[in-house]
């Protein structure tokens, strides 16, 4: 099992969760999120010298998927969300081991 997270502009997310729909996912978490990276969209002014201060509105998708399936889902993320323009996103996979082999479901 491996964790996939993708960062990814608010107004693709709707197009990546309905290209996912038929994907073999176990879970799928959508949260709001800020950052930045590279495109650093504007300065301002903190105790007399500049810094960066370009929080950017994006949206975290976290799914699990079965380690046979990741190629597939990101490859999927990657269609839909790249625009070509920087600041489109990321995409992070990264292991999902349950300690002890065990899932606890809570219902």
């Not at 999120?33 to 010298?49: A, P």
């Amino acid at each position: 099992m491996k964790q996939v997270i993708a960062v990814v502009k608010p107004y693709l997310v709707e197009r990546v969760l309905e290209n996912l729909k038929h994907a073999p996912l176990e879970v799928c978490c959508v949260s709001e999120v800020k950052g930045y990276g590279r495109q650093k969209s504007y300065l301002d002014e903190y105790k007399g010298s500049e810094y960066s201060a370009a929080f950017l509105p994006k949206v975290e998708i976290a799914l699990w998927v079965d380690d046979l399936r990741v190629d597939e889902v990101v490859r999927t993320i990657v269609e839909v969300a790249r625009t070509g323009r920087m600041g489109d996103g990321k995409i992070f996979v990264l292991p999902s081991e349950i300690p002890g082999g065990r899932e606890i479901d809570l219902a």
